[in-house]
Structures are given as C-alpha cells and as structure tokens.
C-alpha cells in the first residue's frame, strides 16, 4: 500500500488533476491542446535530447535490454491485430490501429516518473534506453505496416516515402536523433545550454502529465468494452509478463531488468490516439483504450512493483 501512495498515486493524482480542470472548465480545452503541443513537440523532446546526448551508450545501451522489451512489443502488436481480426471480425486498417495500442506503452509520461519514484533517477538510463527506440520502433511498425496494406498495388517507393515522412516529422524521433549525434560527435553541450536545458526537462513531464489528464477528459469511453478490454490485458498483464520472462532468460541485471518489466507495464500512450486519427479508423477504440488502461495502470503497475520488489 505505501508503494502505491508514493510512488503511483502522485503521478495520477496530477493527471486527474488536469481531468477535473477540465471537465469543471477551471482550464481551457485550447489551454490543454497547447500544453501537449508545447510537451511533446518541444519539452520532451528537449528532455530525450538532454538525456541522450550525455549517456554512456556502451554502457547503458544492453541488446538484451532491448530484445527484452521490445519482442514483447512486436509480439503483443501482433496478436492485437489478429485479436481484433479474428474475434472482434474489426476491418483490417481497425485491427491494425487496435494492434498499435497493444504496441504503444506510454514511456515517457507514465513510465519515467513512476520508474523514477520506485527506483530513483539512477536507473532512468534503462528508460532513455528503451525510449531511444521507442518513437522509430513504434511508428516504423506501424505505419509501414497500414501503408503497406492500404498501398495494394502501389510503387513500394510511395509507401516509403509515407513512412519516412511521418517518422521524422515527429518531434521525439527529432530529439532522440539529435542526442544520438551529439553524443557520437562526442560535443561538449555549453553551461549555459545544459542550464537551460535543464529548467525546460524540469517542466516537461508535470506539464505533460496535467496536459495528459486534460486530454483523456475530451475522448471518454464509448462501447467496443470487449475490444478494449482485449488491449488493457495485452498491454498491462502480457507485455510486461513477456519482458520479464525474457529479461530473466536473458540475465539482466537488475538496474536494467526493473525499469524494462515496469515501463513495458505502462497503459498505452496518447500517440495511440495520434495514430488512429492520424489514419481515421478506431478512433474511438484508441481514445477509450488509453483513458481504461491508464486507470487501470493504478493497481497493474502496484501489482507489477509488488512483482519486482
């Protein structure tokens, strides 16, 4: 019980305060889109830049660690596709958003301060790890993935090009990218940079959080309760239980393996519903989807921490 009232409620504490500013109208709808505008176009990814440009890369960046996590992912993508194909008889481009909510765990804005509080900021090297890929992984996947199915008969060049545009227009894969040249250049970042650096990322995640909460407050759950259920249980009970029975195969070390099972435990991300709305099919699946799981994440991730120890 002390597990979850200091590590896991503050974190949705703030995202429910930003649910009720907006549901009581104490904070604008157009305040709240600027908010995860100026969070995940310019604040994270300043935080991944900053992060990333000064981890040890040989050091911190496990394939194993990677291996763990992420075919748990493709697995889970895979099975959410054929969950809502075969059982829930969804169209194919439905099956194939459904499929990246099981995918999308939300790394960022649950799994790093949750990871942070259970653990402390020293083991957050794993998490910039996993995020480093995440982003590319994801969209890669699935966005080449849906082109590829809605392209029959087109130049494989066209959904190439479809695919390359929307990676790197996307603000993390910008500042992942960044911070993988800067510190393979291996510059030095200035004082007065890192300073400012450092007062944006300490802003970034409470103001992604509050955004977070304002967000889930305009796309509430309507139907499709099966269907959702279906992608609370992949992506909260099957893909960290997959990441850890690799990671203990797989012998990583504990600084590792914990934040890899608790991140892979996360309720999938906002960019789900980007996703969804990005190609306009099961919309309402990915919006009601992120809003239960995140919920729900309250007592999984506690389970999970429990798990962990």
């Known amino acids: 019980m002390q597990t979850l009232l200091d590590v896991i409620v503050p974190v949705f504490l703030l995202i ?14 157009s305040g709240i889109d600027g908010l995860m505008r100026f969070s995940q176009s310019f604040a994270i990814p300043c935080l991944l830049f900053h992060a990333i440009a000064r981890i040890d890369i040989a050091t911190h960046f496990n394939p194993n660690l990677l291996v763990s996590f992420y075919s748990g992912a493709l697995i889970c993508f895979t099975l959410g596709i054929l969950g809502a194909r075969v059982i829930f008889k969804r169209p194919v481009e439905d099956a194939i958003v459904i ?3 099981c995918l999308f765990s939300n790394s960022v804005l649950l799994g790093l ?10 083991v957050l090297n794993a998490n910039y790890a996993i995020i480093a890929f995440h982003a590319p992984f994801c969209y890669l996947l699935g966005i080449t993935t849906m082109e590829l199915t809605r392209a029959r008969g087109e130049s494989p060049m066209v959904a190439f ?3 390359a545009t929307a990676i790197t227009h996307n603000g993390l894969f910008i500042g992942i990218s960044l911070g993988f040249l800067w510190n393979i250049a291996a510059l030095p970042i200035p004082q007065v940079a890192d300073d400012a650096l450092t007062l944006i990322t300490q802003a970034a995640l409470p103001t992604a959080l509050f955004a977070l909460g304002g967000v889930l407050y ?41 934040p890899a099972v608790l991140t892979a435990a996360m309720a999938p991300g906002f960019n789900a519903y980007i996703f969804a709305n990005m190609y306009g099919r099961a919309k309402r699946v990915a919006a009601s989807s992120v809003l239960v799981a995140t919920l729900a994440a309250i007592f999984t991730a506690w389970g999970w921490l429990a798990v962990l120890g």
């Open 218 to 258: 305009q796309y509430r759950p309507e139907g499709d309760a099966w269907t959702i259920a279906m992608v609370c249980a992949i992506a909260l009970i099957l893909h960290p239980a997959l990441t850890y029975f690799m990671g203990r195969s797989l012998q990583l070390p504990a600084e590792s393996f914990k």
């Open 113 to 122: 301060p949750i990871t942070e509080r259970a653990y402390g900021p020293e």
């Open 161 to 163: 090009r479809k695919v």
């Open 99 to 101: 499929g990246f909510c």
């Open 16 to 29: 429910g305060f930003g649910y009720l500013s907006t549901a009581f109208k104490a904070f604008p709808i």
